[in-house]
Nanobody
Framework: QVQLVESGGGSVQAGGSLRLSCAAY????????MRWYRQAPGKEREFVSG???????TYADSVKGRFTISQDNAKSTVYLQMNSLKPEDTATYYC?????WGQGTQVTVSS
């Protein structure tokens, strides 16, 4: 049974950077199958980034040019480098793999 563990969240000022990690346990998984979502208070969970069927990174319009997803298949881990953070990026960030969710990691961006 897959277990996902996110880490790397924190509090930063606008314009700052954070790097999130999501590690999958229970088997060896491809990072290309892992996706990032986020959920802000009072809002629905939304897609942030993932990989398409040919391994190309995909992003929500709101984060394009600022966030970069990468993966390490040997570690069954996916990363999300977040630069030029904005207050509207404040949310709990979740990793998803095959319908499974991690516990989330909180990102707070202050103005």
């Amino acid at each position: 049974q897959v277990q996902l563990v996110e880490s790397g969240g924190g509090s930063v000022q606008a314009g700052g950077s954070l790097r999130l990690s999501c590690a999958a346990y229970g088997y060896v998984y491809s990072g290309y199958d892992m996706r990032w979502y986020r959920q802000a208070p009072g809002k629905e969970r939304e897609f942030v980034s993932g990989f398409d069927s040919v391994g190309s990174a995909t992003y929500a319009d709101s984060v394009k040019g600022r966030f970069t997803i990468s993966q390490d298949n040997a570690k069954s881990t996916v990363y999300l480098q977040m630069n030029s953070l904005k207050p509207e990026d404040t949310a709990t960030y979740y990793c998803n793999l095959y319908g499974r969710w991690g516990q989330g990691t909180q990102v707070t961006v202050s103005s």
